[in-house]
């Protein structure tokens, strides 16, 4: 029996066109919107609307009501702040101890933070790089609520840090919690942090969860440590799993919906297509294509109609175009394209970032990789995710904030 799938989260014509509130915006899966980019874009990008210091760290921005959030490290501390979207002034500055000592094979990374904050229902909610999951007011910065999860596991983040993005559904709050060999995905009560189920299956990865809906099914779907799982969304019970190893349990791809199919991917592992199927009440899934040429380490790919484009990390990074619905590859791009890159849909277009600050703003076709134009947006490395809000670009670099205006 076929199921169709489709994501939860209300479609993004349905926010405000300055609402980016979320890890990979409105939907979770990169897509910015039918508008597109101006007709003429500049040879080079004007200097900034405005620039801030927010710190250090690779989470990504995220905007919501005329405001921008960011959440970074300053010293030992983790920094969540508010600025105007128009000025860039500072609202207002929350901050809270988080010392962090970083794992030797992540050092170029830094102490983080890396897991992106969600604005919802008035609150931003915050998962540090040691796993201290934190409930802010959005107008003032007031701490609502907050957890640590000392008392419940041996080890409070993964290896290399907590980098899974938090997904609020409601009054529910999904998040990775606990450390690599034992942690939990965990349901909160948004408003007030009371516990509503864990599952304690596998430990947390790096991979941030989705929320599907299957033949009348809302599934939370993620990678874990050694899996990519689904649970129900109303109580935690495991519906399915599909057995899935890196290399030192590096899972960090969120998964992608692409009609009835789910689209996943690993370090070295390759892509996989399955189809989610219920029989007689109990959910399977059933294997529809696998590319081994192509693989996903950081980079999670977006979709334009049925063509999957991603960052695969072989051949020292390549941009590539598959049809999603077959798994064949329509192109591979050039190799030597950096250790990631963050992909955008907007339009016809797509907006590639990778992790030296240089922005590709080619065509989202299946015919080639074209290049309509190339900046430089920032003076250090950009691993934080870009987020397009009102036609501008949010782009965090090691440190600083900054928004760049694509049009004239």
């Not at 229902?121 to 907050?146: E, H, M, N, P, V």
């Not at 947006?377 to 870009?386: G, L, M, Q, R």
Request: proline content about 6%; aromatic content about 8%.
């Amino acid at each position: 029996m076929k199921t169709v799938l489709a994501c939860f989260l209300t479609l993004a014509a349905l926010v405000a066109a300055e609402d980016w509130s979320q890890w990979r915006g409105p939907n979770r899966d990169g897509y910015a919107g039918p508008a597109g980019l101006p007709a003429k874009l500049p040879g080079q990008l004007a200097a900034p609307v405005w620039k801030v210091t927010v710190g250090e760290g690779h989470s990504s921005p995220v905007a919501a009501g005329g405001r921008v959030y960011s959440f970074a490290r300053r010293g030992d501390n983790e920094v969540v702040t508010c600025h105007s979207l128009v000025d860039g002034k500072a609202v207002w500055v929350e901050s809270y101890p988080a010392p962090y000592t970083v794992n030797p094979a992540a050092t170029r990374h830094g102490p983080g933070p890396k897991s992106t904050p969600v604005v919802q229902g008035g609150a931003i909610y915050t998962l540090g790089i040691s796993g201290i999951l934190s409930s802010f007011d959005a107008s003032t910065g007031k701490l609502r609520w907050r957890k640590q999860f000392s008392d419940q596991y041996p080890s409070t983040s993964p290896l290399f840090g907590t980098a899974s993005s938090p997904l609020v559904v409601g009054d529910v709050l999904i998040a990775a919690v606990g450390g690599h060999d034992k942690g939990a995905l965990i349901a909160l009560q948004a408003s007030s942090g009371a516990v509503k189920w864990k599952w304690e299956g596998d430990g947390p990865a790096y991979a941030s969860p989705i929320l599907l809906t299957a033949g009348g099914s809302q599934q939370v779907v993620t990678q874990s440590r050694n899996n990519v799982i689904a649970v129900a969304l109303d109580s935690g019970r495991l519906l399915w799993k599909i057995p899935i190893r890196t290399s030192y349990d590096q899972n960090a791809v969120t998964p992608l919906a692409f009609g009835d199919l789910l689209i996943y991917s690993g370090l070295a592992n390759g892509i996989s297509a399955v189809r989610l199927v219920n029989k007689d009440g109990a959910w399977t899934t059933e294997k529809v294509w696998h590319i081994d040429e192509l693989s996903l380490y950081m980079n999670s790919p977006v979709l334009s109609g049925n063509l999957l484009f991603g960052f695969s990390h072989k051949n020292s990074g390549q941009y590539f175009c598959v049809d999603a619905r077959t798994g064949k590859t329509l192109w591979v791009g050039p190799p030597r394209g950096g250790d990631n890159a963050a992909i955008v849909r907007v339009g016809d277009a797509l907006l590639l970032l990778n992790n030296e600050a240089e922005l590709s703003i080619v065509k989202a076709s299946g015919d080639g990789f074209q290049v309509i134009r190339k900046y430089t947006v920032a003076d250090s490395p950009t691993w934080a995710h870009p987020v397009l809000v009102g036609g501008d670009l949010l782009i965090k670099d090691a440190n600083t904030l900054r928004r760049l205006r694509l049009g004239s």
